[in-house]
């Protein structure tokens, strides 16, 4: 039986879970696999701090030259994170004649084309399933399971810590700041939060997604972010009344040749798949050309459900090693059908609106009609709460419109001088 | 660049997907995966009939020699269904040194180890993507995706025109006869409906899926089977007020080293990812020990959407072909965990019971006498039609309970003088 030697950096708590469960599943994995997995050293900065599993001191360096130049080693694990200095090591790695397995969700949205054509140029790979979804096979399924499809959309609540913060506001009706400090208590928000809240995780995730499903590389700065620090119990409130529940969402949407890639809250119909992915999962939906719509479901962080997806990856390299190298890393472009993304201005979608007016006979109508002139026509309108000479919401849904006349028109309604307050605007998918 | 060269048996409606799709895709599917897939011969009884796409005359046989025999042929497409001629040509393609691709459920839970067998001793695969799940890539998620983990239950909507009719039924207050005959005109539902609404297809599925899932070879008659044609409007309403939903489940829970396999009307809580699987969808819902709940959700049936699958599996064994023959289909028993599986009458689970008695009184109270009496504690009751000496549906959920028991229960209560038809019991998992 063929042995593949695994060199790991980085041991800490998704490290050691990996370390934990290739030790458990050992005799498991080379049953099913007709594999030997051994993992032959652990790099880490760190070696003396007790983890969650015991390994020989012998596995332990602080120097990652004994992993990048052992020529044993088949496959490099890189799960230290950010820029650098992980992107020297897999480089490094793949220049070595390695192939690569990485969770590094926002190198890949940053060097996307460096790292792929490293790997290309030395007949390597670079897998990188535990990168978006924690456990959910969405990386195997885009490349391989659909590999047929020309994706029409992809529509993902890929971040669990605002994912946990929404259902506990629409649950429990904590407000948005205590729902946050819930959720660092127990561990589901860093105390730094700002990258899960705004968006900037999901678009990370939503970078790797959209390259590899529309077969394009996808810049961090083509992508449109809005996070959820904004969204306030009246408009949870308020969507459920129309049916319709908030979620964040990352966005990847073809028609013809043009992309659209996106970061925000979104109202999804209560009865859609998505809308039941509560707490810390995360999903992705997928339609596709052949397939139609798919959903992929599963928890999203976690050092159990993240080693189940690092694992997946390297025991695929070592069954393929051998093989005679082909294509997947190289052929990055084939979705050459991409020729240009959308700016945000120039989505069309449909649109809740929250307007906070000072209660006065004509007030509506004058709203109404800025709305009107700007060619967007009004779906539905909530408004409830009346109480004279105060601010009351008016709540309305649009039908289509385009997002530049829906800021026009904001700006303008904001601007009357029975308008006190900034309107608020959240984005509805028509496919959701 | 290599070339890969196809031979497909069997030119029905999913087979001229295929066709449809190989030529339609080439040119895309060239660039993703770096290898030529040609189709090389068809074979059919019929290759007079216009299909659903064109083909040159010199593509097609009536001969299946000329694909089983032709040692060009690398990938053997198996597409007419059946067990006989089914398994001969199967076993015919191993023999000859090829890779095999089904979607033949039936065969595969029929002869799930004879297969196997014949692949491992040949080296050869046997992939069959569209089998279970139509579109959803769940056999690559359970085979690779998961490899890891070992698995506690899968709970499957496996059966599209089962759950068109709950779907009907629910939605539309349609009774089963006129959901039935719907789906009938729509194309959801065979004429001879039978296979379908008695549970039968969906067992041969969770034969697959618990063989696959559990390494275990599961046979059709380890399988208990109860279809939906007794589900009534009344069940279906009743359950809607306990906030419970009916569905045709396939259901595989281990328990240590004991197994449960049995498919039946299920009921289950409305919030639950599985219950919002409406129409001709399937959906799979896995739990692991990695990676905990995962749902994978898409089309169950249809041409482009089985298509999707076949393809996948033809590009998977093309990119392995070369490689060292490591394990997969040799390896169908590392669950050696699987001691036994139970019988229906020892699992434990919820049930919801529709007992229609004379209302008079004390019956009630007969009622709860001799479920207790079974050791069956009931967790609420609905009792709201109150009609004198006439007959009234006393409705309830009890806590967990053992089949026999709840068996037993029902026996006597149906013998009580006051009962006059039979009652009904729906089991509810309580994972769901």
Redesign the interface.
């Known amino acids: 039986m063929?042995t593949i030697n695994i060199g790991l950096i980085g041991f800490g708590t998704i490290g050691a879970g990996v370390v934990k469960?290739l030790k458990e599943?050992g005799y498991?994995?080379k049953?099913?696999?007709?594999?030997e997995l051994n993992l032959k050293k652990i790099c880490d900065k760190d070696i003396v701090t007790p983890r969650a599993v015991k390994v020989e001191d012998s596995l332990l360096t602080t120097n990652v030259d004994e992993i990048l130049t052992d020529p044993q080693i088949n496959i490099v694990v890189e799960l230290i994170g950010g820029i650098h200095p992980a992107k020297e090591f897999i480089l490094n790695a793949l220049a070595n004649g390695k192939d690569v397995v990485t969770a590094n969700k926002a190198l890949l949205a940053e060097a996307w084309e460096e790292i792929f054509r490293a790997a290309c140029e030395k007949g390597r790979e670079v897998y990188f399933?535990a990168s978006v979804g924690g456990?959910?096979?969405i990386i195997?399924?885009l490349r391989?399971?659909?590999?047929?499809?020309?994706l029409e959309g992809l529509f993902g609540i890929v971040n669990g810590t605002s994912n946990y913060i929404l259902t506990q506001m629409e649950e429990r009706a904590l407000d948005f700041r205590d729902a946050l400090k819930e959720a660092q208590e127990k561990g589901y928000a860093e105390k730094e939060p700002s990258l899960d809240i705004k968006g900037i995780d999901s678009a990370h995730k939503l970078a790797i997604l959209a390259s590899l499903g529309f077969?394009k590389a996808i810049k961090l700065e083509d992508i449109y972010v809005e996070g959820i620090q904004d969204i306030s119990l009246r408009d949870i409130a308020y969507a459920k009344e129309f049916g319709l529940r908030i979620k964040l969402l990352a966005i990847a949407k073809r028609e013809h040749d043009e992309l659209e890639v996106r970061v925000h809250p979104t109202l999804i119909q209560i009865?859609?798949?998505l809308?039941?992915?509560?707490g810390a999962?995360n999903?992705i939906f997928v339609k596709?050309?052949?397939?139609?719509?798919?959903?992929?479901?599963?928890?999203g962080a976690?050092a159990?459900?993240t080693?189940?997806?690092i694992?997946?990856d390297i025991?695929?390299l070592a069954?393929?090693?051998?093989?005679?190298k082909?294509?997947?890393a190289?052929?990055l472009e084939?979705g050459a059908r991409i020729k240009r993304i959308r700016a945000i201005e120039e989505i069309e979608t449909r649109y809740y609106m929250r307007i906070s007016a000072i209660d006065r006979p004509g007030v509506f109508a004058s709203i109404a009609g800025i709305i009107g002139k700007h060619g967007i026509s009004i779906a539905s309108v909530i408004q409830k709460e009346r109480m004279k000479e105060q601010i009351v919401p008016v709540v309305l849904l649009t039908h289509e419109a385009n997002e530049r006349s829906i800021r026009a028109a904001l700006n303008e309604v904001d601007s009357l001088p029975v308008i006190k307050r900034k309107s608020v605007a959240i984005r509805m998918e028509k496919e959701l």
Chains 1, 2 share one sequence.
């Open positions: 063929d469960a599943k498991y994995l049953k099913k696999a007709g594999v399933e456990s959910i096979p195997k399924c391989e399971g659909l590999i047929s499809n020309e077969g009865g859609h798949p809308a039941s992915v509560n999962f999903a596709g050309d052949l397939v139609g719509e798919q959903l992929f479901y599963g928890l976690g159990q459900p080693s189940s997806a694992i997946s025991v695929d069954l393929r090693s051998g093989a005679p082909r294509a997947w190289c052929n084939y």
